[in-house]
């Protein structure tokens, strides 16, 4: 292939073409990998190689209107199985992307086509970071091309198509700046400071740090140079031909910005970058990381989520069932409401619970590397049935009511029909059943009735078909007639378009073309209608041409009320049920409107279309959000991690040469009137008394020191928890192959899993005492324990064999979760991490992690053994390795050491480490020790 870029790290070197291929080349081995790394992507235009991932920044097909725009997300790759991860999202669509050095973290900086740049941390994303976007003050109409890092991470360099080179530094006034760490004499003896600029105490430290100084050439020019910042580089011509200044030749090429750059805050899409207009600003939204080979899941969660009531139903929800999916999805749209984290949330222990489930593995809901290609249509209305089939079931189960009976789901989510089954033989059936997700039935007798989606709606709910079946009675095959009527309508009915035979594809691709013929007649008849008139058919109600383009009786009243930009799915439609229970739907207000339910579109799932070899397609999902602070709605697209606002016009339009619908959503306009949005925490402290020890027979000892919670104990926003939790591996699926897995477009889920959990009590009359230390039961085959890093011993979590203090999953989530509704501060080492593997999404005030709080900036991190050592004197994970309960009281005795230095006057420490020492200077003597030992502790001494 034709390469343009090439990036090294230390184990392999990329080079990839502007087509989106890559190529990697593994310096060990000397082996040469071709991957595609997006099958979204059409131009690569950049991409960098940090550790062993690879973060790409490419162009990419615009599925409403077919134009070539940038991503607004950065693509991750693991090279070492050539498969993606969670993409990095930003505030703006990058075009560049750089890495800074090691020293500077998982920190890079990226800059899109009109000169905005900003900071993005790569592991933790934060919302106060994709906030701080930042312009340069390049010449108009000058596009950044090129950008890179210095290797000592104080310098950056941009180049614009204008012929400038545009250098931050991050160099502290009145010292020089060190551009590289070679021992020859770099560019900081030529290069001095000469502004100070005060940084922004509000930005991201390495863009706090970056934006401390502006640094510039000491070689002489003119007014015109220090006032625009511009200067030309050796043999490029600039795009204006007003002289902004000149430099020498023997100096050097790079100029220098006079003026500090500008926080322009959250970007917009602009004509550069998107060709929408009006495009509402982006909502705080909380988003789904993709699920392995089952990312189709996430719209389905994410339109379910959408829906106030039904989410408040399911977060009100808890029971004691193991593998219970109401409780799932309510612990799953509790953490998508929980405010003041910007971490994405994962679905892994729904996945755990589904793959229990004998219903949905039935269906083939879990799709493994092994199966044939999913059709995502019929996958998506597959899972949006189950979920709601299931969780009403389980409430019928959990109240002991009927299975025809209805349920909060049903009255929700459902039409209630009733089927009749006319046989020849003279015998008739009749059934009541509920339908969750309607599929659409293209095949309609009257065709001026069905040439609109309306129109089809209400033929696909008055269902009138013809089958062969078995009569009950007389037991014999003969052809059956199926008449439907409509008993009750629900609050929100999802809509499939069923389009997984080419024959429903090509019937909705000829209603689609002749729906806009027939717009574009009529908005040309109502400009002028002497030149363009549109006759009306000459069969009227009775045609039955599927592409007539005349006007028919129904469509001159549609015409009267239609919307300037009207769409083939209607924002609107409204319903009623007739006298003898037939449906009736209509896309404009009828005159009669108080008798009809008006429902209005929330939320669209849609299939883009895949291009290139190996390329998969992807699910996107449009739903329209309610703003509180402005008191409207507004569409959000959620396209994997990434979330971008769009117009009404761009959600419910497609092309199905791009963008193929699979469902829609339509809900009462008062849904939110007539059913309850608030949430009623079903969780409170009954629940550490209600989850008992799973292996409490069969001991005959007690495991732990395990203080139970007491009856005047209270758990609020001034109690403090140590938390530490160990982790195990489990198998890989048997069934999935490695080719199948090396060729999958998306990562597989961690095969991490919680093993035990300890938490410690940190203040309070039972400081220090464990509050709960649990051993999870594995339901997975595990693969490792882990045992040297964990603790965890083969048959510790085996339901069976186990004597330790044994306990499911969803008791120490329900625990965990009770703490963290209650407002408790939890403390801990490397914490972000243990909250991430057991799936809890914490407030980031409410986490104080140890890893953060002995750590200089721009540093490595320390271990907690290294920290034990040095400040506490003791020698922990020696003998046994990890243990969660040692761990757990270490961290909270660091804790408070550290809280006793900050309260301390300097005087105070004066004993300890010399005069006018600060716990700064005591982390600087910790990292100086650590490095002569190599961060190794020292064995203990024999006494």
């Known amino acids: 292939m034709d390469s343009i870029l090439l990036r090294a790290s230390d184990r392999f070197l990329c080079f990839g073409s502007a087509n989106g291929e890559v190529g990697i080349l593994d310096l060990r081995s000397n082996q040469v990998r071709r991957h595609r790394i997006s099958p979204r992507d059409v131009v690569l235009y950049d991409f960098d190689v940090h550790d062993y991932s690879l973060f790409s920044c490419a162009y990419q097909v615009d599925v409403a209107t077919g134009a070539i ?22 505030s703006l669509a990058p075009t560049l ?38 312009q340069i003050d390049a010449f108009c109409g000058a596009v950044p091309f090129s950008m890179d890092v210095s290797s000592s991470g104080q310098g950056i360099a941009v180049a614009d198509t204008a012929g400038a080179v545009h250098v931050l530094s991050s160099a502290q006034p009145r010292k020089p700046t060190l551009w590289n760490e070679f021992p020859r004499r770099g560019l900081s003896s030529s290069v001095p400071v000469v502004d100070q600029v005060p940084a922004n105490d509000m930005l991201f430290p390495p863009a706090q740090r970056f934006l401390s100084c502006i640094v510039r050439e000491t070689v002489p020019y003119n007014q015109k140079a220090l006032t625009t910042g511009f200067v030309n580089m050796p043999g490029v011509q600039p795009l204006s031909p007003t002289n902004h200044g000149a430099l020498q030749r023997s100096t050097s090429y790079i100029s220098f910005s006079p003026s500090p750059p500008k926080s322009v805050g959250p970007a917009t899409p602009s004509k550069m970058s998107s060709s929408w207009e009006d495009v509402p600003e982006s909502l705080p939204l909380a988003v789904l990381e993709p699920i392995s080979l089952n990312s189709h899941i996430n719209p389905v969660l994410q339109a379910l989520f959408s829906m106030k009531s039904v989410s408040a139903f399911f977060q009100s929800h808890i029971c004691f069932d193991e593998f219970c999916l109401t409780c799932e999805l309510g612990f799953l749209f509790h953490m998508l409401s929980v405010e003041g984290s910007a971490d994405s949330c994962q679905a892994t222990n729904l996945v755990r619970v589904l793959r229990s489930l004998p219903d949905a593995s039935e269906r083939s809901l879990i799709v493994t590397g092994s199966q044939e290609e999913t059709i995502v249509g019929a996958a998506v209305q597959n899972w949006m049935e189950f979920l709601l089939e299931r969780t009403h079931s389980e409430y019928l189960h959990h109240t002991g009511y009927h299975e025809s009976q209805e349920s909060p789901v049903t009255q929700l989510c459902a039409w209630k029909v009733l089927e009749t089954v006319m046989h ?43 089958w062969v079946l078995t009569c009950a009675y007389c037991h014999q095959q003969t052809k ?193 009137l007539r059913w309850p949005t608030r949430v009623m925490n079903p969780i409170n402290r ?85 509050l709960m230390d649990e051993y999870v039961v594995a339901r997975d085959k595990v693969a490792n324990h882990l045992t040297e890093f964990s603790g965890i011993r083969p048959g ?48 980031a005030d409410q986490i104080i992690d140890t890893v953060q709080l002995y750590r200089l900036p721009d540093q490595r991190l320390i271990s907690l053994k290294f920290l034990s050592w040095y400040f506490l004197g003791n020698h922990i994970q020696h003998l046994h390795g990890h243990d969660s309960a040692e761990d757990a009281l270490t961290a909270l005795r660091l804790y408070n050491l550290y809280e006793k230095y900050r309260s301390m006057a300097y005087a105070d420490l004066n004993n300890s480490c010399g005069s006018g020492c600060t716990f700064v200077d005591l982390l600087a003597q910790m990292y100086e020790l650590g490095r002569s030992l190599q961060w190794k502790v020292p064995p203990p001494q024999n006494p």
């Open 69 to 90: 725009l940038p991503s607004c997300s950065i693509s991750a790759y693991d090279l070492r199985v050539c498969k993606s991860t969670s993409p990095i999202t930003a």
């Open 97 to 134: 992307i750089r890495f800074l050095p090691d020293s500077c973290g998982q920190t890079c900086v990226v800059a899109d086509a009109e000169g905005r740049y900003q900071f993005v941390d790569s592991v933790a994303s934060s919302a106060e970071l994709r906030k701080s976007v930042h």
């Open 424 to 466: 020849e033989c003279g015998h008739t059936n009749q059934l009541e059943k509920f339908v969750f997700c309607l599929p659409l039935q293209y095949s309609v007798p009257n065709v001026c009735v069905g040439r609109d989606l309306h129109g089809i709606l209400k033929h696909s709910l008055n269902e009138h078909s013809e």
């Open 480 to 672: 059956s007639y199926v008449s439907r009527n409509i008993l009750s309508s629900p609050e929100t009915f999802t809509v499939s378009f069923n389009l997984e035979g080419a024959n429903n594809k090509a019937l909705l691709k000829n209603l689609v073309e002749s729906w806009s013929v027939r717009q574009t007649l009529s908005r040309e008849k109502s400009k002028s209608p002497l030149t363009s008139e549109v006759k009306p058919c000459r069969y009227g109600a009775s045609c039955t041409r599927p592409n007539c383009f005349f006007l028919h009786p129904n469509e001159v009243e549609e015409d009267q009320g239609s919307d300037a930009s009207p769409t083939f799915i209607p924002p609107y439609i409204w319903t009623r049920i007739d006298g003898n229970g037939q449906a009736e739907v209509v896309s404009h207000q009828p005159l009669d409107s108080a008798a009809w339910s008006c429902y209005e579109a929330t939320t669209i799932i849609s299939e883009n279309v895949a291009y290139g070899k190996d390329a998969q397609p992807t699910v996107t999902c449009a739903v329209k959000v309610k703003n509180a602070m402005a008191d409207d709605a507004v569409w959000q697209s959620f396209d994997d991690l990434v979330v971008t606002p769009i117009t009404q016009h761009a959600a419910l339009s497609f092309d199905l040469n791009y963008k193929i619908p699979c469902t829609v959503q339509y809900a009462r306009v008062d849904m939110e």
């Open 686 to 770: 009954d629940i550490f008394q209600k989850f008992c020890d799973l292996t409490a027979n069969r001991r005959c000892y007690q495991t732990s020191s395990v203080v139970p919670v007491q009856r005047n104990e209270v758990f609020n926003s001034d109690c403090v928890v140590a938390l530490d939790a160990e982790f195990v591996s489990l198998a890989e699926d048997d069934s999935i192959d490695l080719a199948s897995a090396v060729a999958a477009s998306t990562a597989k889920p961690s095969v991490l899993s919680v093993g035990r959990v300890t938490a410690v009590r940190g203040n309070g009359h039972l400081t220090d005492t464990l």
């Open 796 to 843: 510790d979590l085996s339901a069976n064999l186990s004597l330790k203090r044994l306990d499911t999953l969803k008791s120490v989530y329900v625990r965990l979760r009770y703490l963290v509704d209650s407002g408790v501060h939890f403390i801990g080492h490397g914490i972000h991490t243990d909250f991430r593997i057991l799936n809890i999404r914490v407030p």
